[in-house]
């Protein structure tokens, strides 16, 4: 990311000493200026219930970067940073005290920046407050963080209440995913590169599997997980996101109203989810007790708190079909589950076997190539080749070999960036490329009600599935009825 010049900023982040803006707002604010990426006058004003001054937020940034940064603080950096923040303790629900937010705000010389890191229910009121306060301007933003409502219908609400206040290019709906290094290598992959410009179809692509894996519980969230589900915590954002960007046709250009327009496109293609599909297409489950890295973990019904009546699934497996002239017959994978063997996130994309094999002699079944993009953990790409074996035998001998690409390894001088990192400096540059758009949204909801609908009528409830392990047993024979197997 090179610096460009752009107006200084006034950050209020709401809900500052939440997880959230510990474990990751303030760590990525601190690199970004480390790196220089944030103008000198910028400042940043964290809103939270708690008593305190600016050294209750000081003292946490500084536990968190402790905590969570990779290398030790840097004390130059420390002390540019923390002469940024300010504190200032509010109760959100009261659309008056808003007005104290005046004594921080400059709003003739910085853009005021307003990042939502609390629960959907606060957006109105927080715009309300913000409206009334007189602190904002035409330039000012917003960022609001998922659940974006749980539901369509929830999601208008939500999206309803913000546009009172905010016009649509002053919305940011984030999701970290589209910060990531390897997703936005996708665009680069796909549409700068011949070799799968040409082979990105139903011709040549057998099927893709999208994973997203997670080693953790519901670590101590278990009223609001329970409400939700991994459906509507994770598919309905994270994994629609990616599988958007891997279906979407070549955008005019990249910018931002082209890319969410081939993104629309996609979604609106998905094939929905009926209570006589639905059985065939879906799995849900529920982690039991079980073992992860040796270490004991206790059931979802057994976690602290927990209704031991609850049906809400940890893990969602689904074929999904996308109907149109290029994806006509390749099924998508999409599987995504709590207390798995391994936090992982990656995407397949398994291309279909060669019609003839001239090397029987050497590799009777000639495996067809695969592109592997790991999201998380080691970002990178791999793609599986066949390759001669060196030798002086008369016969060819093959062996399948991997083209890796580890940007760990690979750019092993550059700083591999944080995807709130990039996404926080899009939301101050007011570049929404990166961000949702609300039709986007709203489409993507539409797909999944039809799901969560199929599933009240069939009255289907999710299968229990050990601790440690890759789901229920019905998520394989999901793909083995169609000949496939996962790829781990």
């Not at 999206?159 to 970290?176: P, Y």
């Not at 996130?345 to 398994?350: R, W």
Request: proline share 4%.
């Amino acid at each position: 990311m090179n610096k460009k010049n752009f107006k200084p900023c006034d950050l209020v982040i709401f809900g500052v000493l939440g997880d959230l803006s510990t474990r990751k707002l303030l760590v990525c604010l601190y690199q970004l200026d480390k790196a220089n990426l944030l103008e000198s006058d910028t400042k940043i004003t964290g809103i939270d219930r708690f008593p305190g001054g600016a050294s209750l937020l000081i003292s946490t940034a500084q536990s968190s970067l402790n905590k969570f940064l990779a290398e030790p603080l840097n004390e130059e950096v420390w002390q540019r940073f923390s002469a940024r923040l300010n504190y200032l303790q509010l109760d959100l629900t009261k659309i008056d005290d808003y007005q104290q937010l005046n004594q921080y705000i400059d709003k003739e010389n910085r853009m005021m920046i307003n990042y939502f890191s609390v629960p959907p229910s606060l957006f109105k009121v927080i715009c309300l407050g913000l409206k009334k306060s007189g602190t904002l301007t035409d330039e000012s933003r917003m960022v609001m963080e998922k659940p974006i409502g749980h539901d369509l219908a929830s999601s208008k609400e939500i999206n309803d209440a913000v546009s009172e206040v905010f016009t649509g290019d002053q919305v940011c709906r984030i999701d970290h995913y589209l910060g990531k290094e390897t997703v936005l290598n996708l665009l680069a992959l796909r549409f700068a590169n011949s070799i799968f410009i040409n082979n990105w179809d139903h011709n040549a692509i057998d099927h893709v599997q999208i994973t997203v894996a997670e080693e953790v519980g519901i670590e101590g969230r278990w009223g609001y997980f329970d409400d939700s589900g991994q459906t509507r915590d994770m598919l309905q954002n994270h994994l629609l996101q990616i599988l958007t960007f891997i279906a979407m046709e070549p955008p005019v250009s990249l910018r931002a109203e082209d890319i969410h327009y081939e993104k629309i496109k996609v979604l609106k293609d998905l094939r929905m989810m009926t209570p006589e599909n639905v059985a065939e297409k879906t799995v849900r489950g529920q982690y039991a007790a079980g073992a992860i890295k040796n270490k004991t973990v206790p059931g979802y019904k057994e976690e602290e708190g927990a209704n031991t009546q609850s049906k809400t699934e940890t893990f969602v497996a689904l074929r999904v079909d996308i109907d149109n002239w290029r994806w006509a017959g390749v099924p998508f994978y999409l599987r995504t589950g709590k207390r798995m063997p391994a936090k992982q996130s990656e995407i397949i994309v398994q291309f279909k076997q060669l019609p003839h094999n001239i090397f029987t002699e050497s590799y009777a079944d000639l495996p067809a190539n695969k592109l592997t993009i790991r999201l998380q953990p080691n970002e990178g790409v791999e793609v599986d080749v066949m390759n001669k074996r060196p030798g002086i035998d008369e016969q060819i001998k093959l062996q399948k070999t991997k083209l890796d690409l580890s940007f760990s390894e690979t750019f092993k001088n550059s700083h591999i960036v944080d995807a709130y990192e990039r996404l926080l400096l899009e939301a101050m540059r007011g570049n929404s490329t990166l961000f949702i758009s609300r039709e986007e949204i709203e489409q993507a909801w539409t797909w999944v009600d039809s799901m969560q609908n199929a599933w009240a009528v069939k009255g289907d409830e999710p299968k229990a599935y050990a601790a440690g392990s890759w789901g229920p047993d019905d998520a394989c024979e999901l793909l083995k009825r169609d000949g496939r197997s996962w790829s781990s």
